[in-house]
């Protein structure tokens, strides 16, 4: 069974800080690879995506993809009390058609 | 650009009641999605649309769920008769791409069964 793997928290880090966010997943030919951010009582929203091994960096946030250890991280600098959210790690295990599996996410919180 | 629409958000009725729940997609996606969501857990796939076809209806408990998707726009999903354990988040989700994982999420429509 396909499975992605996140540390439910919550993760709790002083504003202004790096915020490191980590997600393993079980299927090595997966191929593409998603953050959604979700605040409490809102819908999943999509921040990041990478598609192959290495960084990927936009603005504040950076996802890591190492597809050899079956993991990718999302890293968000300068974090403020607003990124407070839980963040879910997707994985699209079939290509173009595959569907997307999500972790149970990471519970986020910024503190001023 | 109009987002993803669900209604309704919030719906309460009594066990083996029948509910049925609106999703209206992002105008130009081609692919629609509901997933189901609990307390804690990430969003499960329920059914897939490509289209007006059902491309992967897998999870989809077919004794009790259906959806459809007439004209290949908007689309519906019923449960008849709920239980109990269906109180959660069902959520509406559309992509430009097949089997894309940029999706655009609805604001979800929340269920509680009585």
């Known amino acids: 069974q396909k499975e992605v793997e996140q540390n439910s928290g919550p993760l709790s880090v002083p504003e202004g800080a790096i915020a490191s966010l980590n997600c393993t997943y079980s299927?090595?030919?997966?191929?593409?690879f998603f953050w959604y951010r979700q605040y409490s009582g809102k819908s999943p929203e999509l921040i990041m995506f990478?598609?192959?091994?290495g960084d990927k960096e936009d603005g504040r946030f950076t996802a890591q993809l190492n597809k050899a250890s079956q993991y990718v991280s999302l890293l968000i600098r300068d974090s403020q009390p607003s990124d407070s959210a839980t963040y879910l790690c997707?994985?699209?295990?079939?290509?173009?058609?595959?569907?997307?599996?999500f972790g149970k996410g990471t519970k986020l919180s910024v503190k001023p | 650009e109009a987002g993803v629409v669900q209604s309704p958000r919030y719906k309460i009725i009594e066990k083996k009641q029948p509910v049925a729940f609106w999703c209206n997609p992002i105008?130009?996606?081609?692919?629609l999605y509901w997933y189901l969501q609990n307390l804690g857990q990430g969003p499960e796939l329920l059914i897939r649309?490509?289209?007006?076809?059902?491309?992967?209806d897998s999870q989809l408990p077919k004794d009790r769920f259906s959806a459809e998707r007439l004209k290949g726009v908007d689309s519906t999903l019923k449960i008849q008769p709920a239980e109990l354990g269906d109180s959660a988040v069902y959520l509406c989700?559309?992509?430009?791409?097949?089997?894309?994982?940029?999706?655009?999420f609805g604001p979800g429509t929340r269920l509680t069964v009585l």
């Open positions: 649309y490509e289209n007006e076809e059902a491309v992967d």
């Open positions: 299927d090595r030919g997966s191929q593409s």
């Open positions: 105008s130009g996606h081609n692919t």
């Open positions: 997707a994985v699209n295990y079939g290509g173009s058609q595959g569907n997307l599996i």
């Open positions: 990478i598609y192959s091994n």
């Open positions: 989700a559309s992509s430009l791409e097949i089997g894309a994982g940029e999706q655009f």
